[in-house]
């Protein structure tokens, strides 16, 4: 539970500036200006001694008794409080403490590991963070409370409906009937409960390799639960629609039927954390038809996108954000692609902890009797063998022939005992493997039946290559190979056979088995570290149902420019993206989208802001500022709302500078500008006295509005090659 134990007159709480603080040895307190309460007999001499050193009353409080004073630039909190502290007509001067809200941090034991949700620079994975280099997941859940649901479809591996930190935030079909075996919808998918498996064909998109579980973790985690994590949406559903194998590989033609299902189930946010190199009209022309935000991993090769192409995450359409990632440190992650018209926005990607699948073993052999114990042999000859284990991998192993080569022209097999499946999703055979031989003309394959009788040649998965045409040449050394077995999850029985086949020339040593598995999900309370784009894009979808929670008839391009237009500014992301930032959520809450600012260091000494309001604004405007290598703004001026621009004069040489306004618009509406950044030149005469709205600065009287401009599509070069292979961003 989260809860405000402060109560403050106002309508914004002001987080501490850290820095200003800590130099004047003070509470927290909003800088330039401080709370007075002058004698009643001496008030007018007293407000004007205040006005000619430049100081200017903002508004009184406690019914007129107390001025809420702002000081001119250059005059310290600190110093105001000694220069009028023993004022005979000041009965008494104080900062203006700054009141936080006392918020309960998620009570989950691996909250500390999930920097990208609240990074107070605390070592994750043996990696030091940046104190605030994180999405402010903290403040926004403040502001969150309440709202719709929002649902998000993880087109991915699955998810692993059973994990006890997923479960109670998986999407439910409320137009289906569990178990009944009829399509009581009629949309083609009979007793499609909690989504759909797109590989397999059935009604369980059960994650077999764990990194749709983690996209869904990241974005919907239960939270102070007491176990795992938190993730960022508190009111979602995961929608788990499974077009991606155990090996991670997924077609177009199977995500296309998985992006469908999502959309004609009303669906607003689809999170698409895999892509490629290939450009698909098909899928294009139905993302850019769809009603629906697509989040998109940008890619995870170090590639520039707008040089080479990466899909769906290039493609030039207002319903998609692509999602570059970010280190614990705000810097642009070292596998992670960019480009600053393709890639849009930075977010976490890397030594990310979410969920994993949990595995439970249904049975095993590690070949250690004497004989094949429950194997049967055949084919010519029949020289599968329990022998000695080469280079010390066990006591035995499972081998191709009892002699040091094998023969010529051999089709020779090794069948297991019938396996049982039943009650079990995402099934899975892996072992260790390890020998030689003939390259492109010897072979070793697996193969699977269920009667013993017909068999069917499977795929397999040796490091992290995919062998679909059988296993041929050298492996020096033990190597991991993984079978997948979900298309005959619930069996009854099942049978696996490794088949040799050798021609009539160079025999060579053959292949060695051991310690083999099969294995199928858990609803154990499994979790792991993960790094790529996929993540990142992970904490973008959250932050979208976020907002689409608080505002759910927003269109896919305005909560685009939501989360495009409150992205907090970094140097470092400045060539990646294009936005130059990374996402908010407490930014992406409180943005005011009526509201657009720009900034320009020009060739002198200082910084010229502009803004323009869509509506009329009412009230101040406060101008915050922060340099680059800051983590938190500090109030510099307060602005009539007749003004429509600012000077900045106290500002360094050489030094970039991070501006946003808090504005109030006329109807009550309040909330933060977009982020803008200027880069000061270097200076022969150095800053000047600025801020606080006196010397040193120009206000404008506003005269115009423009429209706010949040757009960060373009034109693109489009490739006529086509892979039909999309491959997930981790």
Aim: with cysteine; hydrophobic share 40%; charged share 15%.
């Amino acid at each position: 539970m989260r809860c405000l134990s402060v109560a403050v007159c106002a309508m914004w709480i002001f987080i501490a500036c850290a820095s200003v603080c800590a130099a004047e040895n003070l509470a927290a307190y909003r800088p330039g200006e401080v709370l007075i309460r002058f004698k009643s007999h001496t008030r007018a001499a007293a407000l004007s001694r205040f006005a000619s050193i430049g100081a200017k009353p903002r508004r009184s409080i406690v019914n007129g008794r107390v001025q809420q004073m702002i000081l001119p630039p250059g005059l310290t909190v600190a110093e105001a409080l000694s220069l009028y502290r023993d004022d005979p007509d000041v009965e008494f001067v104080e900062p203006n403490y700054l009141l936080a809200a006392q918020m309960v941090l998620p009570d989950d034991p691996y909250f500390e590991k999930q920097w990208g949700l609240h990074n107070t620079g605390q070592v994750v994975n043996g990696f030091t963070g940046r104190p605030g280099a994180d999405i402010d997941a903290v403040r926004a859940w403040e502001l969150a409370a309440g709202g719709t649901v929002a649902v998000v479809a993880v087109v991915d591996t699955g998810c692993n409906p059973d994990h006890p930190d997923l479960a109670g935030n998986l999407w439910v079909n409320p137009n289906e009937i569990e178990g009944n075996g009829i399509d009581d919808d009629g949309n083609g998918y009979v007793d499609d409960i909690r989504g759909w498996d797109f590989v397999d064909g059935d009604n369980n998109p059960q994650d077999a390799s764990g990194h749709g579980s983690h996209v869904a973790g990241i974005i919907a985690a239960l939270d102070s639960n007491g176990i795992g994590g938190a993730g960022i949406a508190r009111n979602v559903r995961i929608m788990p629609l499974r077009f991606m194998n155990t090996f991670e590989l997924g077609t177009v033609a199977d995500a296309i039927d998985a992006i469908e299902y999502a959309l004609a189930q009303g669906v607003r946010i689809i999170n698409c954390s895999w892509g490629g190199t290939g450009y698909s009209s098909a899928l294009f022309n139905l993302m850019a038809s769809a009603d629906a935000l697509f989040v998109c991993a940008a890619g995870n090769t170090g590639t520039d996108n707008d040089t080479a192409g990466f899909y769906p995450a290039g493609f030039p359409l207002e319903n998609i954000v692509a999602v570059a990632a970010t280190d614990q440190v705000d810097q642009l992650a070292w596998f992670s692609n960019k480009g600053r018209l393709r890639v849009h926005v930075a977010a976490p990607g890397a030594r990310i902890h979410s969920l994993g699948v949990g595995l439970q073993v249904l049975w095993s052999d590690s070949f250690d009797d004497v004989g094949l114990n429950g194997w049967t042999k055949g084919g010519h000859p029949d020289a599968w063998i329990v022998r000695a284990a080469p280079l010390g991998a066990g006591s035995s192993v499972l081998a191709v022939s009892a002699g040091d080569l094998y023969a010529d022209n051999v089709d020779g097999w090794v069948m297991s005992p019938p396996l049982g499946l039943a009650q079990a999703s995402a099934c899975r055979l892996s072992f260790q493997l390890m020998g030689a031989s003939e390259a492109n003309r010897d072979y070793f394959n697996v193969e699977v039946s269920t009667d013993a009788a017909v068999w069917s040649k499977r795929p397999v998965k040796l490091g992290g290559d995919i062998y679909y045409g059988g296993i041929s040449g050298t492996i020096p050394s033990w190597t991991t190979a993984v079978v997948d077995l979900g298309p005959w999850d619930g069996r009854v029985q099942l049978y696996v056979r490794f088949r040799f086949t050798s021609d009539a020339t160079h025999p060579n040593t053959g292949f060695f088995i051991d310690n083999l598995s099969l294995s199928a999900a858990s609803d154990a309370e499994a979790y792991q570290f993960m790094s790529g784009t996929s993540m990142a894009a992970g904490f973008v979808s959250g932050v979208a149902a976020l907002v689409q929670s608080r505002h759910e008839d927003l269109l896919p391009d305005a909560l685009k420019a939501i989360l495009l237009g409150s992205v907090d500014l970094d140097q470092s992301l400045a060539a990646a993206t294009s936005t130059g930032g990374r996402i908010n959520a407490f930014n992406a809450l409180t943005l005011l989208r009526d509201l657009s600012l720009s900034a320009d260091a020009g060739a002198t000494d200082a910084v010229r802001l502009n803004w323009w309001g869509q509506v009329p604004l009412g009230g101040e405007i406060a101008v915050e500022r922060r340099s680059d290598s800051e983590a938190e703004f500090q109030v510099v001026a307060y602005v009539d709302a007749s003004g429509i621009g600012y000077t900045d004069s106290a500002v360094e040489p050489e030094t970039t500078y991070i501006y946003r306004v808090l504005a109030q618009t006329q109807d009550g509406r309040s909330g933060y500008s977009n982020q803008t950044s200027a880069t000061t030149p270097i200076s022969s005469t150095g800053g000047g006295g600025g801020g606080g709205g006196g010397g040193g600065c120009f206000i404008e009287t506003l005269t115009h509005s423009k429209q706010a401009d949040h757009s960060a599509s373009g034109p693109m070069d489009r490739s006529t090659s086509f892979t039909s292979i999309n491959r997930p961003m981790r």
